[in-house]
């Protein structure tokens, strides 16, 4: 079972704190957490983008001069991809790029990602985090402690001053345990849990 660190908000080590093996103890799968970041990031595209074909755009119905005895080149309409104006060759069309992903792959892909983070030393576990005011620098003065400056912050549920502080500063992102996610967990070089946000994963997570 792996164990880490427990740290205070001063980042003096207080004791040490066991991880579920079954969250935090399995060998990443570099694969299905490929696979999982991919369908994440093609859900969050909205897929409106358009342009019009050469049969969609205004005008051009009159063939531009005859076929024959010009002496220039054939054409059949000033709304074809070769002329100025004219329609987009295999324009893109509105489209849901959405991807499903089982929920045992995505149970997976999480236990890996956090797998990865404890295997790279990289999961800061704080006994609490408790500031004072919803102040940039109070967060800034906490997280210089602990010395990181790309981090995730996970918590057990909705601290206002928590988020308010940390949502300035570059690179720091705040989520909860109810949207945690492999995409930003591997995004972020270290992941910050509260004891109690520790706690809720593991009752969440695991099965």
Same mark, same amino acid.
């Given at each position: 079972m792996p164990t880490v660190a427990l740290l205070d908000m001063t980042g003096k080590k207080i004791g040490d704190i066991e991880l579920n093996d079954y969250l935090f103890g399995i060998t990443p799968n570099v694969h299905v957490m490929h696979l999982v970041v991919k369908a994440h990031l093609a859900n969050r595209r909205q897929g409106t983008q358009s342009a019009l074909t050469r049969s969609e755009v205004r005008g051009?119905? +009159? +063939?531009?001069?005859?076929?024959?005895?010009?002496?220039?080149?054939?054409?059949? /309409?000033?709304?074809?991809?070769?002329?100025?104006?004219?329609?987009?060759?295999?324009?893109? +069309?509105?489209?849901?790029?959405?991807? /499903?992903?089982?929920? +045992?792959v995505r149970r997976l892909a999480l236990r890996s990602a956090l797998s990865s983070k404890v295997i790279s030393e990289s999961i800061i576990v704080l006994d609490n985090l408790d500031i004072k005011e919803a102040k940039t620098r109070e967060m800034a003065k906490v997280l210089e402690a602990l010395n990181t400056n790309n981090a995730l912050i996970v918590l057990p549920e909705k601290t206002e001053k928590v988020e308010l502080a940390a949502r300035n500063i570059p690179h720091i992102e705040t989520t909860l345990v109810s949207t945690l996610n492999v995409y930003d967990i591997l995004k972020h070089k270290q992941v910050i849990l509260t004891k109690d946000a520790l706690a809720k994963v593991e009752e969440v997570y695991v099965q």
């Open positions: 051009g119905g +009159k +063939k531009p001069w005859r076929q024959k005895g010009t002496g220039r080149a054939r054409h059949g /309409s000033i709304r074809a991809p070769q002329w100025r104006h004219g329609g987009v060759v295999f324009a893109p +069309k509105p489209r849901d790029y959405r991807m /499903s992903i089982n929920k +045992k």
